[in-house]
């Protein structure tokens, strides 16, 4: 198997970035046409004009709670979690209880790396009776990057049952097997994950990933050239043998 130190790092920000984007309330439409919260499946260019157009919708209104989850879904994707954060905790004073901000804040605390405090907020929104597999999938998240695999997985399986076919939770599922170095079980995961919906570019990116680190390189390369264009294509198989390479593990991977 391949040691985890650098897989586990990349496959961290992966995690978070596969949690299902939050779908906000049919009145949203109403407001500006907000939809998906996914802005991390954008090119680097679209996220700064997004995160630029939700800023000056932020400061004229701070207080609408669906500008600030846009907003702060916008932050994170563009690398500025701390900010994120900040902006959510203003918010959950001003809207106490809502459940959805609850979930923001605890993607942004586990962006972070603030697991625990993540997970203690998502504990006060998760109901035992009608559990959000949504906040399921951060919780998982969280406990993934502290090494709780198990407890992690059992989330992912509850949140598939109350979300049956929903890529986020399989892509999540197979990148926890993945920081464990099980990528036979990976790639199955990744596999159902990309027939399912809600699976974009990074959803294949991810496969492409795990395959390459199986040493099946054409397999990834060509997975890889389906969704970026060829200079993006080479860095990432760059950095699949860059993987590899430092755990000198050559010997292990699939020749075949």
């Given at each position: 198997?391949l ?5 586990v790092?990349?496959?961290?920000g992966?995690?978070l970035a596969?949690?299902a ?7 949203a439409s109403?407001?500006g046409?907000l939809g998906?919260t996914?802005?991390?499946g954008?090119?680097?260019t679209e ?10 919708r932020?400061?004229?209104?701070p207080?609408?709670?669906n ?6 879904a916008a932050l994170?994707a563009?690398?500025q979690p701390?900010?994120?954060a ?9 809207h106490?209880?809502?459940?959805e901000?609850a ?6 605390l586990t962006?972070?790396g603030?697991?625990?405090q993540?997970?203690?907020v ?11 597999w949504?906040a ?9 990057q502290?090494g709780?695999h ?10 598939a049952?109350?979300a049956?076919?929903e ?8 990148l926890?097997y993945?920081m464990t170095?099980d990528?036979?079980t ?7 994950a990309?027939q ?9 990116q991810?496969?492409?990933?795990v395959?390459?680190?199986q040493g099946r390189?054409n397999e ?6 389906a969704?970026?264009p060829?200079?993006?294509?080479e860095?990432?198989m760059?950095?699949v ?7 000198n593990?050559w ?6």
């Amino acid at each position: 198997m391949l040691p985890t130190n650098r897989l586990v790092q990349t496959c961290r920000g992966l995690l978070l970035a596969g949690v299902a984007a939050l779908a906000l309330s049919a009145c949203a439409s109403n407001r500006g046409q907000l939809g998906t919260t996914d802005y991390a499946g954008l090119s680097a260019t679209e996220r700064y004009q997004t995160l630029g157009e939700l800023t000056a919708r932020y400061k004229a209104n701070p207080r609408d709670r669906n500008v600030v989850i846009h907003y702060t879904a916008a932050l994170r994707a563009a690398g500025q979690p701390e900010q994120a954060a900040a902006a959510l905790e203003q918010a959950m004073t001003a809207h106490p209880g809502d459940a959805e901000l609850a979930i923001a804040y605890a993607k942004a605390l586990t962006a972070l790396g603030r697991f625990e405090q993540s997970i203690s907020v998502l504990d006060t929104v998760i109901r035992l009776d009608a559990p959000d597999w949504n906040a399921l999938l951060v919780k998982g998240a969280a406990l993934d990057q502290m090494g709780h695999h198990g407890q992690a997985r059992a989330l992912y399986q509850q949140a598939a049952l109350i979300a049956p076919g929903e890529a986020s939770v399989a892509t999540n599922l197979g990148l926890s097997y993945a920081m464990t170095s099980d990528l036979v079980t990976a790639e199955q995961h990744l596999r159902r994950a990309i027939q399912m919906r809600g699976a974009n570019t990074r959803t294949r990116q991810n496969l492409a990933l795990v395959v390459g680190l199986q040493g099946r390189f054409n397999e990834a390369k060509a997975l890889y050239a389906a969704e970026l264009p060829p200079d993006q294509v080479e860095a990432n198989m760059a950095y699949v043998r860059a993987l590899l390479t430092q755990q000198n593990r050559w010997d292990l991977i699939d020749k075949s």
